[in-house]
């Protein structure tokens, strides 16, 4: 009875690991700066720039406590705190808390622009984060990777991926911006975050439709045949 009560304990605990590290900085980036803009200001009273700049704050620490553990630099982390930093201070300078709204679009804009820029190269930025799912490490896949890799419809499904993926980050950036500028300040704190979800589930569906689902397939398929 002990052995066949220990062996889900065990089995769940990576997942549940995997899960914590997945939700972590979604919490951090997401749900903490959203309760900390309606606390400071819909409680408080604070101006919309003072909510939208200390709720900022928080993801900035978020990534300078990663870099600190890490000890490096890499060029999201450091464009995701560049990003932040720029929108605290033109929201300060210029007294519109809009600003602060604004720099997430800036943020998915050039992301999405980078993503766009590599498709285009023998090396799309989304490739490696595909393959490892994909693969799973697997030595088996590995190789049935390496053998594909080389082939028309491999890479031009491997672009897709990638294409498709700042395709949809450039529609959240557009939307995000018009809503920016256009809608209520306190409207965009939680509708941007859930047109990012948006653009990311839709990000998932069609990449997975016309760019990991046809490697998949192929993968399948030669490590059937290399049987």
């Known amino acids: 009875m002990t052995e066949t009560l220990t062996a889900p304990v065990t089995a769940a605990q990576p997942q549940r690991g995997a899960l914590r590290t997945l939700l972590m900085p979604l919490a951090i980036d997401v749900a903490a700066p959203m309760a900390c803009y309606y606390l400071l200001h819909g409680a408080f009273g604070t101006s919309e720039v003072t909510a939208l700049a200390v709720s900022g704050v928080i993801p900035a620490v978020r990534v300078i406590a990663g870099i600190v553990r890490d000890r490096t630099l890499n060029g999201l982390a450091g464009l995701t705190l560049a990003v932040n930093v720029a929108g605290i201070a033109l929201s300060f300078v210029t007294g519109d808390a809009r600003m602060m709204i604004a720099k997430d679009s800036a943020l998915s ?29 697997n030595a088996v896949r590995e190789a049935a990777w390496e053998r594909l890799a080389s082939g028309a419809r491999f890479r031009r499904a491997e672009r897709r991926f990638t294409g498709i993926w700042g395709a949809a980050m450039l529609a959240d950036c557009v ?8 809608l209520p300040v306190s409207t965009m704190v939680w509708l941007s975050n859930v047109l990012l979800i948006a653009a990311l ?22 490590t059937r045949n290399a049987r």
């Open 109 to 137: 804009g050039v992301i999405s622009l980078f993503m766009m820029l590599t498709a285009f190269t023998a090396r799309p930025v989304m490739t490696p984060g595909m393959r490892a799912f994909i693969t799973r490490g």
């Open 175 to 182: 939307v995000r911006l018009i809503g920016a500028f256009t």
């Open 201 to 222: 589930a839709v990000g998932l569906v069609v990449s997975g439709a016309f760019g990991s689902g046809p490697i998949m397939w192929m993968i399948n398929n030669e």
